[in-house]
């Protein structure tokens, strides 16, 4: 997603074509970390991520701003084979479905930094697939 809508913002060129150094943390928590350290000028994360280091007092606001922010685009998504109906039984996909819908326990909603999980279409995964196409991760 970064690479993407920085290519689009700044007419197709590359990051490192506009930044002078480009870096992966390996995690959104550890970016928050680099760009208030200094270490970085700028990092992409999720929001979730940052609400929730926010929310602990892991974020200085005197260090650190929110600049710009992705369109929403579907995310945390489960996927199940076509086929299990074969192996488990007819309707088993809808059980399956049905549990991660209803989850309520917040331990484990916390784990995703989520309050519930919702129900979503093939269709609604067409920002993704169009990322993917132009970054020619398809």
Known sequence: ????????????????EIFSRIGFSGDHSRTLQLVQSGAYQIGVMDYTVYEVEK??????????????????????QFTIRGDVAKQFGPGFKDKVRQAIVSLADPEILGYFARSKFIPASNDEYA???????ATKLD
């Open 1 to 16: 997603m970064p690479e993407y809508f920085i290519r689009k913002h700044f007419a197709g060129k590359q990051p490192d």
């Open 55 to 76: 929310k602990a007092g892991r974020v200085d606001e005197g260090r650190v701003a929110v600049i710009w922010e992705s369109p929403t685009f579907p995310d945390y």
């Open 127 to 133: 920002p993704i697939e169009e990322v993917a196409a």
